[in-house]
């Protein structure tokens, strides 16, 4: 599926930053001012710092991914400007702190009417506030439940990934399913491609599907 017409006019306004405010405020557990979330436009896909930046980040980080490759600032840049904002079921933010550091990254993908996905998520510098990609997590949830509408949110993160479980379950999603992957290597990498028609029962690596409903989401909230 693809977005609505009007999920798709949202998401080409914030990456052609022609919106009067498009941060989202990220919000402490106490509720105080801990940062926010900006989307990464046609303009700051060129700055040099903010593309250094998600270079560092995804070398650091690289094998949180399903493919695995050497990064380049070439690569980086080709994938902001040639991948990601034409995509019009897609946007990537930057997480930015209170002392206004960039110091990581989350975005939406495969954005439809039933639904969408927590994607590219790292935080590439150390950050004070206790539970501070948490709290970044539930204001881009709150921000994709009511702006876009979605009724349901979902992500997919190797089994292995323990640190980034925890910090889902603490958002409060949920495990919803698991499937088997096969690694296929390739120059300079690998990928780690889902098998099909398997229970899932090996001891390969295994990808994990997590999700959280609007509702549960808001219910949570309020307690």
């Keep these: 599926m693809r977005p609505t017409a009007e999920q798709a006019r949202i998401i080409a306004s914030l990456k052609s930053g022609s919106l009067p405010d498009m941060s989202i405020p990220i919000a402490s557990g106490e509720g105080a001012a801990a940062g926010f979330l900006t989307p990464i436009t046609y303009r700051l896909a060129e700055d040099a710092t903010i593309v250094d930046a998600l270079f560092r980040w995804r070398r650091s980080h690289m094998r949180s991914f399903l493919t695995v490759f050497d990064p380049t600032l070439e690569k980086t840049r080709n994938y902001l400007t040639g991948f990601s904002l034409p995509d019009d079921a897609r946007i990537l933010f930057l997480v930015v702190d209170s002392e206004n550091r960039h110091v990581g990254h989350i975005g939406l993908c495969n954005i439809a009417p039933d639904g969408g996905e927590i994607d590219n998520v790292i935080r590439g510098e150390p950050v004070d506030i206790p539970g501070f990609m948490v709290c970044a997590h539930k204001a881009l949830?709150?921000?994709?439940?009511?702006?876009?509408?979605?009724?349901?949110?979902?992500?997919?993160?190797?089994?292995?990934?323990?640190?980034?479980?925890?910090?889902?379950?603490?958002?409060?999603?949920?495990?919803?399913?698991?499937?088997?992957?096969?690694?296929?290597?390739?120059?300079?990498?690998?990928?780690?491609?889902?098998?099909?028609?398997?229970?899932?029962?090996?001891?390969?690596?295994?990808?994990?599907?997590?999700?959280?409903?609007?509702?549960?989401?808001?219910?949570?909230?309020?307690?």
């Design 141 to 223: 949830l709150r921000w994709a439940f009511a702006r876009l509408g979605l009724p349901l949110a979902y992500l997919n993160v190797l089994a292995d990934n323990m640190r980034a479980i925890q910090t889902y379950e603490k958002v409060g999603f949920r495990s919803v399913g698991r499937t088997p992957l096969l690694r296929e290597e390739h120059e300079g990498g690998y990928r780690l491609r889902p098998v099909s028609g398997s229970s899932g029962n090996g001891t390969g690596p295994m990808l994990i599907r997590m999700e959280i409903l609007r509702d549960s989401f808001y219910r949570k909230q309020s307690r």
